[in-house]
C-alpha cells in the first residue's frame, strides 16, 4: 500500500459549523498518521549508536530463530543482518561477530513476528532502538509498541510477495531503488562470498562432542515422511562419513526438499539415540534453506556428495528407499495411496489423471514362490501360463502382486494391490532383469529372491510411478537403484 | 557392524526393551526391573516423571496412592513437582489409544508406567542433563513402534487372502472403479488392531481424583503448571480477605448511614423514617449496611453481603451461648450488661467473638 501526501481539508465559514462539519465526498481523503514521513534508512554500520532515536533499517537475513516463547506474554524473534556496510568480508568463510547486526523483535503474539524460512530474504525494521551488546550491534524492536518489520524475498521485483507484521504496511516510492539495490547486493553477496562463516556454524563429525546446542549447515539428501506430522531428514555435509538424522515437522518447515542446503540453527547432538545419529530441535530451532546458486550452497553439495545405496546396511533402522524413477517424472507431486484408492471418487485431479509418483512399503508379495513371477503370456488370448515343467522362456512376463501401505493407511486394516504386470511393457526394467524362465535361470531366481527379501523388510520403501488402468494401479517407468 | 553404545536413558532403554519382548513385560530383563529414581517433571495435570532425558507419564494404582497416604500423609501427590521420587514397585503395559488425544503415546500405542509403589525423596534434588522431552517424540522410539506394527501388520497381511487377477480381466474396463483394496486382520471396524501382545487392564486413579481427594472439590488446579503449588491460600485465605473488604464497605456504609441519620425528613414521613433517638446513637444496633431492603441492625460478622441474616445468632441462641460460656467459665460475663434495658453494645462486640 503505498503513502499519499495529505490533502488540506476546505475550513467551513461558520464557526458553529466547522465543529460539526464532516469533509465532503469531494474533498481528498485525510491523511492517516505517519503516511507523510519519509523514513530514512540508515545503513547498519552507520547508525548511530549514542542519538538514542529510532531507526529504521533494511538488511539481508543471514540466521534466524524460530518465533518463541520467553514468558506468559512475550515472544521473541531474533536474527542476524548484513547489508553492504556491515558484512562477513572474508571470502574463506571465516569472520567474527562484528560482521553482522543483531535484530531482536519482542512481541506479545506469535502472529506477530516473522518466520524466516530463506537465508537471502530482505527485512526491513521501522523504530528499533540501537544499542552494543557483547560488541556487536543490536537491534532492539518492540512489535507491540511501535515498531514493525516486513520481509521481502530475495527473488522478484518490486515488493510484491512480503510478508509483515500489522495489518498493512507502507512501502513509498522511493524505497524502490532501496529494495532493488539491497536485492542485487544480496544475490551477488550469496553469489561470492560463503556468508555464513565457520566459526558461526559445526560441523556434523564434531557435532557429538558439543556440550550446548550448536547450528548446521548440510545438505538434505532425503526427506522421508516418517508420520503424517513428521518429516525426518537425512543430512550430510561432508565432515564425516555418516549421515545423520533430525526431525522437522511438517506444519513447521514444510519447505524443505531432497537436495536443498540448509542452515540449521540451534540444534543438539541427542547422546540417547545408539542406533543412528540424531540431531535434536527446541520450540526456538529454526531450519533456513540456502539459495541454490549461492556459493556456500555450491560447496556444500559438492562436499556432502550423494548418500550411496548399500544393500549391507539395510537393517530397518533408517528408512531405506530401494527404487528410483525415471528422470522424466522427477517433478510429479507423491499422492498417498488414500488419494490413489479412496479419494479418487471425490478428488477431480485424481480422476482426470492416469499417472501418479506414489510411496509406500511391501507387506506381502504374490506369487509367495519367486519362481512364478513370471509367465508365458499368450496376446491371443490373454493368458498366462507358468513356466514350471518347461525349457524355453518364450513371451515372458512379469506378473507379480504387491501388497501395499502407506503413511496414509497405516492405522486401517487395508493393504492395496499395486501390479508389476509387464504384458504391455510396463514396468518391464523395474527388477533390473528381463522377465525369463526362472525354473531354469538359477542366477535370475536367486537375484529375484534377494529383491523380495529387501522389498519385504522393514523400513524399505519403494518409489514408483503407477499408472491406472481399467482400476488397477500399473507400476511402470520405475526400477530398483542397485 | 559395531556394536551399539550404551543407552543413557533409562525410560528408553526399558520402553524399547518391552516393544522387543513384543509387549509383554513378563519377560522383560529382570535386572532392568529395579527401583527408578525420577525427577517429577510435572504433578498436575498429568504426572510427568523424568529420568534425565525423556519424560513419560505415571500412573497410580489405588494401593500406591493408599500406601504413599499412609506413610506421608503431610505430602500431596500433585504437589510433587520438582521433586525426586522413587519408584519402589512398577511395570509396563501396552495399551491401544488414539495418539491425536494422548500426546504420551505414538502410532495409537502407549507403553503405560504403572506404579504400584513410590515414595518422595523430598530433601533431594536432581538437575537433569538435558531439557527433558517426550519420549514418544523420539526419533528411534518411533521407529521402533512402528515395526511393532509392522510386525503385525505382516503377520496379518501374510493371512489374507486375496486373489492375483488374471490378465484377462485388468485389460477389461471396470467402469471408473478403483479395485485392489485388501482387508486384513479381522477387526470389525476400519482401524487395524490384530495385535499378538495383551492389552494391559491395570486399574489405576486418575489424576483428577487424587487432585479432588487431597484439594477438595472446589479446590481450582492453578493455571500455570510449571509453577510449585503452594499449600497455604485456599479456602480460609479467601474467606479473611472477604471478611476485612466487609468490614471496610461497612465501614463506609456506617458513615453513609450516618449522613441519613442526620437528615430531617418531613413530618408526615418522619413518625415511620426517622429513627427514635435512644437507639440513634447505637450505630452498630441501627445502621444498615447491605441492600435496599430491610436489613439486620448488626454488619454481617462472616464478612458476607447478604443481606439475610442467615449466619447470626437469634437472641434466644445467645441467650444459650451466655448460659453456656459462664457455666464453663465459672460464672464470668463476656461483656456489660446494661441496666437501663438499652440493647447493649456489648452484645454486638459479644456476637462477633462468637462467630470468629
Redesign the interface.
Known sequence: MSSTAPAAVAAPKKARAAKKATPSKDAAPKAKRGESQRYKYSELNKASLTSGEAQHIYGVIIDATFPYKTN?DRYICSLKIVDPSLYIKSQKGTGDSSDFATVVLYAKRFEDLPIITRLGDIIRVHRATLRLYNGQRQFNANIFYNSSWAVFPQEGAGHGGASHSGKNYSFEKSEDATLANIRKWAQGYFQQYNVVSSDLYVPLAKAAGQKSDFDVVAKVNQVFE??EY?N?LRLRDGSGAQTW?V?ALKLKFPNVHAGDVVRIRSA?Y???????K?L?L?HYSNILTVPANSKLAKEVKAKAGDEKLDKAAI???NATVLTEVDKKHAGLPVHSLLD??HN?ETDKEIQSKDTFRTQF?V??I??ADVKEWT?S?DKK????ASFKGQKGNANAIY?V?F?V?DVST??????????L?T?DGLGANFFNTPADNLYTNDKAAKKLQEYSGLL?K??SWVDAVVE???????IKDTKIAF | MSKPAAQQSAFKQLFTEMLTQGGDFSKVNKDLKRPLKTYVKESYPFFLVTDGYFFVQAYFTKEAVAEFRSKFNNVNITDLHDRVIVLNSWSLEIRKVNSAETFTSYGNLEIRLIVNSFKPNLNERLNPTRYPINLFRDDELKTQIQQFRWNAINAAAGKAKSEIPDLARVQTASKGKVEGIVKIGSSKGDDFAEFSFKEGTTATLSLKDIFVQEKGKDASPAKDTTAVPKVKGGAKGKGKAAQKSAEKKAAGVSKSAEKVLKYTPSKSVAKKETPQKGAAGKQSAKKSVGGKKATPAMPSPGGKKSIKTTDQMSMNQFKKYLDWHEAKKGGKTIGKRSTTGKASTASGKASKRSKK
Open positions: 506468559q516418517l508420520d513428521t525426518e538424522n526431525l543438539t541427542d547422546e540417547t539415540s545408539t542406533q543412528k540424531v535434536l527446541s537393517n530397518g533402522v490413489l484408492f479418487i512399503y507387506t506381502k504374490e506369487s509367465k503370456y488370448t490373454k493368458k498366462g506378473q502382486q501388497l501401505k497405516q492405522f486401517n486394516s487395508n493393504t492395496y494391490k499395486v501390479l504386470y504384458h519385504t522393514f523400513n491406472r488402468r481399467n482400476g488397477f494401479y500399473f
